[in-house]
């Protein structure tokens, strides 16, 4: 397997994020959705990745720029199929790291409060996220639930951040 940075153009991620989208309709009330389409997440603002098993996607997550020190981690998925296999693991310290090393200071994330979404959090507090208040444009929701992530490392300007 291997992580690549997508330009989101081939049919393959199209389809793969369709079924996201889908899915999180069906779980998530429309007014608590805030998944991205693709050409949201094509903005320049957003880097995102596909995790590739040869030539099929398994995974995909992105990060959005919200300022000069802080990060949203997007679009994080991982095909039903390959579930539970260690993929999201991966992907999200690949992520974490490409933010720390871009200098970000914080990478905050929205996921889900349903049941549904309880894999989602474990793996994020396992990777050291905790619970916080809306951040950017968000705005309270019992659909949703808030995490965010100190980085270690330089941030902008130089300044150690821990």
């Known amino acids: 397997m291997r992580i690549v940075v997508d330009d989101l153009s081939g049919p393959r991620v199209a389809e793969f994020l369709a079924e996201h989208l ?3 309709r069906s779980v998530t009330p429309l007014e608590s959705k805030h998944a991205l389409d693709l050409d949201a997440l094509r903005k320049p603002d957003v880097t995102f990745w596909s995790v590739m098993d040869g030539d ?3 995974g995909c997550g992105a990060l959005k720029r919200l300022d ?3 990060a949203e981690l997007k679009s994080m998925r991982t095909s039903t ?3 539970r296999g260690g993929i ?4 999200l310290g690949h992520i974490v790291a490409e933010a720390e090393r871009t200098g970000f200071a914080q990478v905050s994330l929205e996921t889900g409060s349903d049941e549904f979404f309880l894999p989602a959090r474990k793996l994020y507090e396992k990777f050291g996220f905790v619970y ?3 951040f950017a444009d968000y ?3 019992p659909n949703s639930v808030f995490m965010t992530k100190r980085l270690a490392g330089t941030g902008p300007g130089g300044y150690e951040v821990r």
């Open 81 to 83: 199929a390959r579930k």
């Open 88 to 91: 999201a693991s991966m992907l």
């Open 139 to 141: 705005r309270p929701d």
């Open 56 to 58: 099929a996607v398994v």
């Open 68 to 70: 000069v020190s802080h």
């Open 132 to 134: 916080c208040e809306p």
């Open 22 to 24: 889908r899915e999180m």
